[in-house]
């Protein structure tokens, strides 16, 4: 080792006046960090030293030649003894230009070959290479500027100026790592007869590869795509296969085609960079700190312990374009990698696009139909990505629900996944469903205005920049819960105990595949329910926007949410849903803090109110949870019109509409599941004093309709309601019309149409009820069910049960609002109603015995298509009339 001034002596005699200039005046900006402390105890004493880095630049000459200077090393500026070389250094990679210029790589192989030239003839002579990695801004902490994480160490070669203002900024967090010496006459020796051309270019991958790990091992791994990948997804078999026939289909040279399909590969790939997602997560920080008054995440615990090992892909609702954001903001917060996110090409707009492909974005078109070579392109790049184990996050409802239910699963990512997985099984999915629940959207008022019918707006920079006055508003808490995981190795073991096979063949698409996919889309949607948050919002909506004028006394209010929440916490929907703390006066404070409600004074007691527009975008947060109040609704739906019922009837009937509820809000039981939860529920209503159990638990009777017990009810059953009235618009428009009349698509338009018509009769402050949507997932459900289905003309045609379930409505549907139904509905010869149902136990006079009423309902049981006996009419007002 030398002496420490004799060699900085040296160094400094030997390097230029300029360069020893530029050292002193960087000294200042620069605290250098060595790796390991003490590296001049890697060298073989005697052998010369050659210093090797990764990049070449000027300051990165400066920090090795001051690194070395102190810890005693020989300088990299000195002639390399027994060489023509004027210094002890090379780089691996140079750069031309000098502010903005790009970057240029060019072989190493001259200097290589230079040093393996320098030992021939000499067999005892050697020269021991030090790689040398110099790292400015390695990660800096929470607590610096979001300026120096953008000029952080990252994976790209910077330019000079960028150089520069890393050093200024980053300089004084600076690692200098040295790698253990190679001796460049042991390798030469291995190599035996090896032409020293070959043999520099070897040692040039060698190295490559060793800078590239120790990178790794420092800032993390490259996730550049732009630079990884792109060259990967052009050389797959597939899309070579693609390129070719597109060539020949389009009749244009083979590499016009290759061009497009790289001009696809662009425009979908992501362009991660590490210093951008720290700069966002400093930007973003404050951006929350102004929008929401707290960001929590529950059970991420659990979810983390379940990543290891699998290739995580991240399936949280879409309810705002927030998500995306919010999601891989807390995961980056919490230390966990942020995953790769499928963005609609319509959020590629200038300026914000590159930022969000940068954080990790890639982006895909609505639809890929046409282009064949679109499609194969963007498979294979979630293929790559899957086979890299580059964690992954889409959407699988397409879209942003603009009515705050889940939407119906669309399955094209999920099916790619599959598929991918399927062609290199290497490392097993783990999805990772998350439920995202807001106190307020930034995109409330549109949603309302799209399910109004206006046309949605078109996503721009104008927009945008139109958009930032939902700054100056508060929105609010904001809930990140981690749902059950599934893995797709379990799914793929129950469809096909030989699933494993179809990896053989790339394009297979065995029978079973469309079967896995559908069902991992429903667990998936299942599992975010199940994971849902209830606010302080959802608590108020659920209450107040069940009363006709959206108006309650204050001390309805507090017993309705005091009743909501003993319901959700003595029979918890699953152990993954959370509940606000607060106490019933709480929440309607925060209510009023939020603005969602308004207090009315008055000298019998105050009211609280919420009107006009604000109910509209109130529904949204109703609907978050209307899932998790199901067969509580369900329930006491059964005595909206009716004072008495058999437990049995309020099962039976559960389970002929149970199909529906479930497609709709994907519920996670099955039919004996789901009676179950009934019973349950119904224990509690007795336990509550909201129902009364005669004959031994089989009769159930509510109070009177100015009872307090019954005026609870009735506010959770209007939760549920407008669903069943929806379902009857359907049956009864296809009854009025007769079959072979309408097409499905005739019938979803003439249901909204009617729909429409009834919410502007009834002033009706939900627009989803007439959302094409759900009108299609209910006709597509009767189909499944095979209630109805599709004749050789393609109009649809029904099995009896169809009128049977039209008789069934009006246990639960009052008869004006059937009657309203059928009047608007169009179609058909009147406003003739189907035949009574079967007597039940559902409609009794008030002096029966318990033991009559149980003998009633067996015989109910046999007896089909009766009509209802008079004294349900007489003695019981509230039982609907024929």
Known sequence: MLNMSTAESSARSRAPWW?????????????????PAEPATL?????????VIERDGFSDALILERACREAGLPSPMQPLSGTRRKRSVFALARRDGWLFGRNRKRTPNEPLGQLVRSLEGDPERDIQIVPVSIYVGRAPNRESGWFSVLFSENWVMVGRFRRMLAMLLNGRDTVVHFSAPVSLRTVLNEAGDIRPERFARKIARVLRTHFRRIRAAVIGPDLSHRRTMVDAVLNAEPVRDAIAATAAKENISHAKAWRKAQGLVMEIAADYSHPVVRSVSFLLSNFWNKLYDGIAMHHFDKARAAAPGHEVVYVPCHRSHADYLLLSYQLHQAGVVVPHI???VNLNLPGIGPILRRGGAFFLRRSFKGNALYSVVFNEYLAQLIDRGVPIEYFIEGGRSRTGRLLAPRAGMLAMTVRAFLRAPRRPVLFQPVYIGYEKLMEGKSYAGELSGKPKEKESLIGLLRGLKVLRQRYGHVALNFGEPIELNPLLDAASADWRAATTDPDAKPEWLGRVVDDLADKIQININRAADVNPINLIALALLATPKHAMAENDLLAQIELMKALLEELPYSDRMTLTPMDPASVIAYGEQMGWIRRVRHPL?????TEGEQAVLLSYFRNNVLHLTATAAWVACCFLNNRRMSRASVLRLGKIIYPFIQGELFLPWDADGFCAQLQATIDFFVRRGLLESNG???????GPGQDDAAYQLKVIARSLIQAFERYY???????????HTLTAAELENACTLTAQRLALLNELSAPEFFDKALFRGFIQKLRESRIVWTDEAGKLDYDTALEVMVRDARVILAREVRHSILKITPGGDGEKEAPAPAPEADHLPADVSSEALHERHVRAEHEAHAHHTAAAESKDSETPGP
């Not at 007691?605 to 109110?609: A, I, K, T, Y």
Request: hydrophobic content about 45%; overall charge positive.
């Open 19 to 35: 360069f020893n200039l530029a050292g002193q005046l960087l000294e200042p900006w620069v605290r250098i960090r060595r790796d």
């Open 43 to 51: 060298l073989q004493p005697g052998a010369p030293v050659c210093y």
């Open 342 to 344: 499928a963005a609609g």
């Open 605 to 609: 007691g105050d009211v609280l109110v």
């Open 696 to 702: 031994e638990g089989r009769l159930l009777e509510r």
């Open 729 to 739: 618009i359907t049956i009864a428009a296809l009854v009025k019309n007769g079959p």
